[in-house]
């Protein structure tokens, strides 16, 4: 996988891992269990999370090129009741899958990465929203003890999409200049460079292509492990430990508490 999901695939994604989120809610025994990965909510919390947030971006890409994010006026609060609860987050996905349908992935809208390399589009508020409903399902289903793997092409597509959305910046980068390698286990890997520039993402040809040595200087840190690990751990939702790490931990350490913004 050497590109980006398409349009069409970012939605199906995003329908089904509502889906598997429904499932992890509708299992809980109760929806005041706490959610280990997320300890200051309850599930009925991340619930509500889901659901508004689903509908907030709705009418966002909706409003198209804006100079704040909107908000689901007279939106219907979440409801406490088990099956009425499930159809409100099943409608919540489907106002925002319907907003990104009518919108294309090229129309421009507010988006909250003022300063970061991903475009303000609907195509990257959908990739950036299938990843939220990603991490947030593995955040239901280990409340409910049943965590399962983030799909493989998910999570491949995850790693570059945080990289891009959450790191890449022209923000100066406060420390000594780095480079940090991330090697999935499926066969991808990025590079990310960071100086007084900012931080710049690159995808590394992949082992056995003629320019896989194109760039022989190796990485001041690199962390490998599957695609989905990446990920969690790019959320923070595992620790570092969790994955096999070279060079200067120091780096991702640095990296986990820099804020571009401040």
Known sequence: MDKTLDFTDLLRLIDERSTAFRAAVASAPSLDVQVPTCPEWTLFDLVQHIGEGRRDWAVTVAAGPA???????????????????????????EQLLDALRKAGPDRGCWAWWETLQSPHTSGAVARHQLQQMAVHTYDAQITVGAPQPLPDEVALDGVDEFLSTCVATTSAWPHKPATADFHAAEGRSWRLSLSADGARVTVLPTPGTPDENADAEAAVASVRGTAGDLVLFLHGRIPLDLLQVDGDREVFDQLEAWDPDE
């Open 67 to 93: 100079p704040a994010k909107s908000a689901a006026e007279g939106a219907p609060a979440a409801p406490r009741e088990r099956d009425a609860l499930s159809a409100w987050l099943a409608e919540s996905t």
